[in-house]
């Protein structure tokens, strides 16, 4: 655990709630003692993740991933164990304690990020003092002429590149090396010259969820050789295929309300102007290729994306290239049809935010937008573009996720076609549904455990869990044949020697995820379902398995001395491993016969 000492751990999980952490990426749902939601670790449409309050861990009873808060942190956030622990004593406001054993790689990457993120805030300052300098007449000019409100360009933080030499001239300044202002991305080096990499351009500030400046966009204010808009290069801070522009004030949206559904532009302008329209829950994807990470971004704040591209061709297959790609997430994917040849920005100027919301919505699920865009691609009134066009729209509607949405989809192609409903159909059937984005099946649970197995872990989880019923036995009577399930064991006894209660989310610090023991203490929570130690039904269970496991003892015992007097020519020593042999077949017959407890 790098170290940490674990009375700081255990005070900082004390400040920290796991369930308040949680609910900044999942939505929970409370049932029982528990809150459920739809696992943020693997793709699926029933909520089996569950977090136990009390007990200040987590399960997915899906795909078995389990933690404590900081584990959580860790996984849903990609990062190392330090990381998610300091992440979280800046939530809880706990200073870290001084830690001697960060080897000269880790601190020396410390270094390098907090440099490159305190040069980054310095040249988000250095641009904003441009823009009010009385020197930015263009880029004044060009504010105005797009109508941005000054609100919003204080909100979002807008500045100005006057030119291409003041910026390393002003960090050089500062004290920054040539190289960690080359390394930010915000400067260019090109034969010992170094320019500003957003050189003369209306400049926005991209800021990460933690409210960091992680990178900028450019927009030219004039025509030019080069792109109309520019983003910061890739850099050990920036990547624009892991980010989302305004993902920090959707952040501090959903800390006051409910965000239900998320609007997904292209550009920093659209975004700029839903903004200032009422449409808060607006992000943009920088004109990228919609990615993984980025669906994995929208998902921690709603669980439905409402693209909204440009209304022209080009506009239209980026969604088709991106559909999928936050579907397969888990995202209930809208797209919003636009006026042809409108952008946001332009539907905001000319019909204002009812016009917008009009637009909203009419918003079309997946497969109705894909069917629409095929529709576009063919004149159906000839009959060779009507015959390819219903070959493609068949292919799209086998994708449907039910019968009943595609026998909806076949009559709305009838009615579009003039082909029977029947014919339609046949020809649906005639090729096996082959899903192009299927939902992603959870790990299968099953791993073949025997009833040993099964009873060992269910003992253990009535112990780890503090069973009234195991009151009067003692886990270090249990003989549990495999060693990972006694080294588990062997931790729920040290705390009941130290008189410590067992807590869950303790557990998860003592043993590595990868190791055995961890491994396997995701399927003995797999018991946990439902908090199910309370009833008779459990109870009676518990000691059903702790018989099975004494006898499933006493058996290897007597296989044990039955080789054993195989092996031995001594009289003597025959009677005495014989009186052995009886005496275990005698207790082994009063557990199968007796009603007693063992």
């Avoid at 909100?155 to 050089?172: E, V």
């Avoid at 199910?532 to 109870?539: P, R, S, W, Y």
């Amino acid at each position: 655990m790098g170290g940490v000492d674990q009375e700081f751990l255990r005070e900082l999980k004390e400040k920290v709630n796991i369930v308040e952490v949680a609910e900044s990426y999942v939505t929970l749902e409370k049932r029982g003692a528990s809150y459920w939601a739809c696992c943020p670790f693997h793709h699926e449409k029933t909520p089996s993740f569950a977090i136990n309050e009390a007990g200040q861990y987590y399960h997915c009873f899906g795909c078995g991933e389990s933690g404590d808060v900081i584990r959580f942190v860790s996984e849903i956030e990609s990062l190392e164990f330090m990381g998610a622990v300091k992440m979280l004593a800046e939530r809880a406001n706990v200073p870290m304690p001084e830690t001697g054993d960060d080897n000269a790689k880790t601190a020396e990457l410390k270094r390098k990020r907090d440099t490159l993120l305190k040069i980054l805030n310095d040249c988000a300052h250095f641009y904003l003092n441009n823009l009010n300098s009385g020197k930015a007449d263009a880029h004044i000019d060009y504010i105005l002429k797009r109508q941005i409100p000054s609100n919003m360009v204080r909100a979002f933080g807008l500045g100005a590149s006057l030119n291409f030499t003041d910026l390393p001239k002003y960090l050089l300044s500062k004290g920054y090396t040539q190289k960690d202002i080359v390394d930010s991305g915000t400067v260019n080096e090109a034969n010992g010259r170094l320019t500003d990499a957003q050189g003369g351009r209306l400049v926005f500030p991209i800021i990460n969820s933690y409210g960091e400046v992680i990178g900028f966009g450019g927009r030219a204010l004039k025509k030019t050789d080069f792109g109309k808009y520019v983003n910061t290069r890739d850099t050990l801070i920036f990547n624009k295929r892991k980010n989302l522009y305004n993902i920090n004030l959707v952040k501090k949206l959903k800390r006051s309300q409910t965000v239900k559904e998320v609007i997904m532009v292209e550009g920093y302008m659209d975004t700029l102007s839903l903004y200032q329209a009422g449409f808060k829950n607006v992000v943009a994807s920088m004109g990228t290729s919609l990615t993984q990470d980025q669906a994995r971004l929208v998902k921690r704040y709603a669980d439905t994306v409402l693209i909204s591209y440009d209304g022209d061709g080009a506009g239209q297959k980026a969604n088709l290239r991106g559909l999928d790609v936050l579907k397969d997430e888990g995202l209930n994917v809208k797209v919003v049809p636009l006026p042809e040849g409108l952008d946001p920005d332009d539907v905001i100027k000319q019909r204002g935010t009812e016009g917008y919301q009009a637009c909203l919505d009419a918003a079309m699920p997946l497969i109705d937008y894909k069917l629409s865009v095929i529709k576009k691609g063919y004149d159906i009134s000839k009959t060779e573009d009507k015959r390819k066009y219903v070959s493609e729209a068949l292919g799209v509607i086998r994708t449907a996720d039910s019968e009943a949405e595609r026998e909806e989809l076949l009559k709305q192609l009838r009615t579009q076609s003039g082909i029977s409903f029947e014919a339609l159909k046949r020809d649906l059937q005639s090729k096996p549904i082959a899903k192009e984005s299927a939902e992603t099946p959870p790990p299968v649970r099953r791993d073949g455990a025997d009833s040993i197995k099964k009873a060992s872990r269910f003992v253990i989880a009535s112990y780890l869990f503090g069973a009234d019923y195991t009151a009067d036995t003692h886990i270090e009577d249990v003989s549990f044949k495999d060693e990972v399930h006694t080294v588990i064991a062997g931790y729920i006894r040290s705390k009941s020697l130290m008189n410590e209660a067992v807590r869950v989310s303790e557990i998860f610090e003592f043993f590595d995820k990868g190791t055995a023991e961890y491994e396997e203490l995701d399927r003995i929570l797999d018991n946990s379902e439902g908090g199910g130690f309370t009833d008779a039904v459990a109870e009676k269970y518990f000691f059903d398995c702790l018989k099975k496991l004494q006898l499933a003892d006493i058996d290897e015992k007597i296989a044990e001395q039955t080789k054993k007097l195989n092996g031995v020519e001594d009289l003597a020593e025959q009677a005495k491993i014989a009186q052995s042999i009886s005496q275990l077949t005698r207790r082994k017959a009063q557990i199968i016969n007796g009603n007693n407890r063992p």
